[in-house]
């Protein structure tokens, strides 16, 4: 695989089960190279596969995908030319024919859902900022930006104002609006249809009169009408969130809770059950321990169907509302993702270490491919499965990661290797399609991912060992991680390197100030000066609760600073990246890194990439940053062309 090769891939994703359980409507996105940008469109494939058919075409692309539940219609969100401006709502006839637009709101339109009797929609939608010009007036000049939230920055949204995101009830027939419930200072979202139509359930944080100073949501339940007033049916005093999912008799509602009872970002979501009358909610006793996806209800409401993220596999499980006993119904190592069931049948995005996501039939403990997207593209390269490695870490904590060789790995050689780090910390390195992994193994590197502390997969505990001591445990991690690919005789340990994204970045930075064992770094979207960052980014909630603010304790960002502070120590030549509007972890982070850098003498480069933000999103600057990649690890690592294997070059052009 070779960077060329992005442009190729197929992003499948958005699996919808039409009520009579016949079709399958999903998204397919691909990259328009002339206009360096990705386009989602529209398909559907029939139950027995046999059928593939292509919905939608254009430059603006369509999204969103939900079947009217009488079977006729297939709603779609999209921002085409049309009546009124922005995402709207539009519909195609089952039966074929030309997509109309539906909706025609002034506002952002966040998400939408039918009615059961496909009468009326569920509408999400937020103020803009600015009003939309006048046909034919000119622009307006832009207006100082006024800010008075405590959370008051969000990538991609920027800076926020107090419009928040409210419930409509949208009339098909008459196209009116009518407003779900009167309370104006708090989010209303993950809204769901009772299937009887009567009620309609949303997650809401309306802790206090700032909700942004916690992260204390709940589940809510309001009659389906105008006006209605909203009953709290959820108590724990953290998360208690989405997706929901409702009972086929109307009288419960799946949610997922939280473990800790304040702000944490290694919070794990387990799967819990509220009444819609009331009464105690109860976490399952079965996902007690363990985190899990979007729920989905059995026909017969007996249990639910969800994906549990398990020790590098992320696979669907059947979980019952009584008993411990989880059944794993995906037994393959892959990941699954995007669930969705409908008239007696469940579809799934799955993928493996060398299959990229398709939409797969789930049939009992059967997987059956549906789509076929990315088929003759996989078909022409020559891709490398990661196989399972366990280590020790310095302190004997037992750390496990992906270790992927070089293609045409020669068995009694010794290969190169990143140490290429996921960021979060909250996710893991799994069994699936990484185009990050194959491109670094075409390239002739091995790969090793690393599931260290923080990381999901292992259970709670895990990942809130690092709580308020970052760089710490998982640098040990990461380490001895490292020992133990070298232990296995397939590493050169002469020519290793390090590097990663977003927190991955970070512990890039807190790496290469630990040792000075790697030849060459790649920090992005990273921070290593805590100090400098209170205020700056978008995770305020997390520097007050998890580390207090710098006047109430100012050791822990001082001590989570090492690598800024002591940067004279850093020998490790590193190139830092990081998109200009990244409100996550933004610019300055990198910067000052690199400024650091540059001052002790150490090599450093800086590539800023415009208009990007926290994930990137044109084409051509993700294609770039591959390249950038290569050329500094090539360069400090010895990696002259001659020396790669010469089936790192095949690629879907042969």
């Given at each position: 695989m070779v960077p060329d090769d992005l442009a190729k891939l197929v992003n499948v994703g958005g699996p919808q089960v039409s009520q009579d359980g016949k079709w399958v409507a999903y998204t397919a996105s691909t990259v328009d190279v002339g206009e360096d940008k990705n386009v989602s469109e529209l398909w559907m494939v029939s139950w027995d596969g046999t059928q593939d058919v292509?919905?939608?075409?254009?430059?603006?692309?369509?999204?969103?995908?939900?079947?009217?539940?009488?079977?006729?219609?297939?709603?779609?969100?999209?921002?085409?030319?049309?009546?009124?401006?922005g995402s709207q709502v539009w519909l195609l006839d089952r039966r074929g024919g030309e997509a109309n637009q539906l909706t025609e709101v002034k506002e952002d339109l966040t998400d939408y859902r039918w009615s059961p009797d496909s009468k009326q929609l569920l509408l999400t939608l937020k103020a803009k900022e600015e009003p939309e010009p006048e046909?034919?007036?000119?622009?307006?000049?832009?207006?100082?930006?006024?800010?008075?939230?405590?959370?008051?920055?969000?990538?991609?949204?920027?800076?926020?104002?107090?419009?928040?995101?409210?419930?409509?009830?949208?009339?098909?027939?008459?196209?009116?609006?009518?407003?779900?419930?009167?309370?104006?200072?708090?989010?209303?979202?993950?809204?769901?249809?009772?299937?009887?139509?009567?009620?309609?359930?949303?997650?809401?944080?309306?802790?206090?009169?700032?909700?942004?100073?916690?992260?204390?949501?709940?589940?809510?339940?309001?009659?389906?009408?105008?006006?209605?007033?909203?009953?709290?049916?959820?108590?724990?005093?953290?998360?208690?969130?989405?997706?929901?999912?409702?009972?086929?008799?109307?009288?419960?509602?799946?949610?997922?809770?939280?473990?800790?009872?304040?702000?944490?970002?290694?919070?794990m979501q387990r799967l819990a059950v509220a009444r819609a009358t009331g009464g105690a909610p109860e976490v399952l006793a079965a996902t007690a321990d363990v985190g899990t996806g979007t729920p989905v209800f059995s026909a017969d409401g007996k249990s639910l169907l969800t994906t549990i993220g398990q020790d590098r596999v992320d696979y669907v499980a059947e979980v019952p509302l009584k008993g411990k006993s989880v059944t794993r119904l995906t037994a393959e190592s892959g990941t699954a993702v995007m669930l969705s069931a409908a008239g007696g049948h469940v579809a799934v995005v799955w993928t493996t270490d060398v299959v990229a996501p398709e939409i797969y039939a789930l049939e009992g403990k059967a997987l059956r491919k549906l789509t076929s997207h990315n088929d003759a593209l996989m078909a022409q390269l020559n891709l490398v499965a990661a196989e399972d490695l366990s280590a020790k870490a310095s302190d004997g904590s037992e750390v496990h990661s992906l270790l992927t060789m070089p293609v045409g790995y020669t068995a009694g050689t010794k290969a190169p290797m990143l140490l290429w780090i996921h960021g979060g910390p909250t996710s893991q390195d799994s069994h699936r399609f990484a185009p990050d992994r194959q491109l670094l193994a075409a390239h002739g590197f091995a790969v090793l991912q690393v599931n260290y502390r923080g990381s999901t997969g292992r259970g709670h505990d895990y990942s809130y060992a690092i709580n308020a001591d970052w760089g710490d445990k998982e640098v040990k991690d990461l380490l001895g991680a490292v020992d133990g690919a070298v232990a296995t005789g397939k590493i050169d340990a002469d020519r290793i390197g390090?590097?990663?994204?977003?927190?991955?970045?970070?512990?890039?930075?807190?790496?290469?100030?630990?040792?000075?064992?790697?030849?060459?770094?790649?920090?992005?979207?990273?921070?290593?000066?805590?100090?400098?960052?209170?205020?700056?980014?978008?995770?305020?909630?997390?520097?007050?609760?998890?580390?207090?603010?710098?006047?109430?304790?100012?050791?822990?960002?001082?001590?989570?600073?090492?690598?800024?502070?002591?940067?004279?120590?850093?020998?490790?030549?590193?190139?830092?990246?990081?998109?200009?509007?990244?409100?996550?972890?933004?610019?300055?982070?990198?910067?000052?890194?690199?400024?650091?850098?540059k001052s002790v003498g150490t090599p450093a480069e800086l590539v800023v990439y415009p208009g990007q933000f926290h994930g990137f999103t044109r084409p051509s600057f993700i294609k770039d940053r591959y390249q950038r990649w290569f050329a500094w690890y090539d360069q400090y690592l010895g990696m002259p062309p001659a020396a790669k294997p010469a089936a790192a070059v095949k690629s879907s052009t042969d």
């Open positions: 292509h919905l939608t075409y254009g430059p603006e692309g369509a999204g969103s995908p939900r079947w009217s539940p009488d079977g006729r219609w297939l709603a779609f969100t999209s921002s085409r030319l049309g009546k009124a401006k046909k034919g007036a000119k622009p307006a000049p832009p207006k100082p930006i006024v800010i008075d939230r405590y959370h008051f920055k969000q990538d991609i949204q920027g800076y926020l104002s107090d419009k928040r995101d409210h419930l409509f009830l949208f009339d098909i027939a008459t196209k009116k609006l009518t407003r779900l419930t009167n309370e104006d200072k708090y989010d209303e979202r993950q809204a769901e249809w009772s299937p009887d139509g009567k009620w309609i359930a949303f997650v809401s944080n309306q802790e206090g009169p700032d909700p942004d100073r916690s992260n204390n949501s709940d589940v809510f339940v309001a009659e389906a009408k105008g006006g209605a007033a909203a009953k709290k049916l959820t108590s724990f005093t953290g998360v208690d969130g989405g997706p929901l999912a409702w009972s086929p008799d109307s009288m419960t509602i799946a949610y997922r809770q939280g473990i800790s009872p304040r702000y944490s970002i290694y919070d390090v590097g990663g994204w977003s927190y991955g970045g970070i512990l890039t930075d807190y790496t290469i100030a630990s040792t000075t064992r790697f030849k060459a770094a790649s920090s992005g979207a990273g921070t290593a000066n805590l100090l400098g960052m209170y205020g700056v980014d978008q995770y305020i909630l997390q520097y007050d609760n998890e580390l207090q603010p710098p006047w109430k304790d100012v050791e822990p960002y001082l001590k989570m600073s090492y690598p800024f502070l002591h940067a004279d120590k850093i020998k490790t030549p590193t190139l830092f990246m990081g998109g200009e509007k990244d409100f996550n972890v933004t610019l300055v982070g990198g910067e000052q890194m690199y400024q650091a850098l």
